[in-house]
């Protein structure tokens, strides 16, 4: 097996990775604004920029998802073996200068407590924000109910609990983002696209002659 910095993140994954980053921000930004939770800007422009910021984001979402399955990709994020391991490495490895238990592939880009972590946002998180987000749109729609002023307060309640869920798994994915080499090898990687991968050589010669990834 030898060492080469290969194209692990193509321009699309890192497109989306950056847009949806910048999305999440502002939609946690506004949001908490028309929450209640801060003043900085004026509330009628925070409903206006979360609204059209989570339009973008649903946009982005069903081109992922569809790039995620007609390229195969989709496969990164299933369950994988191993997790104990790689949680007992956070958790005191790291601490002490262990190695990590967990070798990146082509074919395994994310450890197994990163595929855990993208699956229960891309699963649970993501939807539960879209899910009561839309209801929340569509107000309108539903107003005339006798129950839509109960239904509003849970539908608000769900997509807080969800948008909290969504802060959390943020602050835990950007503190993992610096426990690379350097604090901040992970966020190169994810800009250049380049990270060092072991291949062997039939891997490495495959690569060369069908070009389905660039090594450096
Ligand atoms: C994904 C699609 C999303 C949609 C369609 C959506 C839609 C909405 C709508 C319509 C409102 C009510 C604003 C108003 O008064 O008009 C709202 C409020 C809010 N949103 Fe979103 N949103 C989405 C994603 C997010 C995300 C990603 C976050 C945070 C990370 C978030 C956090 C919040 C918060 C904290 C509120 C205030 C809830 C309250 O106290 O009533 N939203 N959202």
Redesign the pocket.
């Known amino acids: 097996m030898n060492k080469r910095e290969v194209m692990i993140y193509t321009r699309y994954e890192r497109f989306w990775h950056w847009s949806q980053a910048i ?3 502002t ?2 930004f ?8 801060h003043e900085l800007i004026p509330f009628g422009l ?2 206006n920029i ?2 059209w ?3 973008a ?2 946009v982005l ?1 069903v081109f992922t998802t569809f790039w995620n399955f007609t390229t195969g990709q989709w496969r990164q994020y299933l369950f994988k073996k191993g997790i104990m391991k790689v949680i007992r490495f956070y958790a005191y490895g790291i601490l002490v200068g262990e190695p990590h238990p967990y070798k990146k592939s082509l074919q395994r880009k994310q450890n197994a407590l990163q595929s855990l972590a993208y699956m229960t946002f891309m699963t649970l998180i ?1 939807p539960a ?2 899910l ?3 209801l ?2 569509l ?1 309108n729609l539903w107003s005339h109910f006798s129950w839509s002023g109960e239904a509003l307060w849970v539908v ?2 769900l ?2 609990a ?3 869920a ?2 959390t798994f ?1 602050v835990i994915h950007v503190y993992m983002t610096t426990t690379g080499k350097t604090p901040l090898h992970y966020v190169k990687t994810m800009i250049t696209g380049y990270d060092a991968v072991e291949l062997s050589e039939v891997e490495e010669a495959y690569l060369k002659e069908t070009k389905a990834a660039d090594i450096r």
């Not at 506004?30 to 939770?37: A, E, K, N, Y």
């Open positions: 999305l999440i921000f939609l946690f506004t949001g908490l604004r028309v929450h209640g939770s925070a409903v979360h609204t910021a989570a339009i984001l649903m979402w993501g924000l879209w009561t987000g839309i929340y749109l107000y608000a309640l997509h807080t969800a948008a909290f969504m802060g943020v």
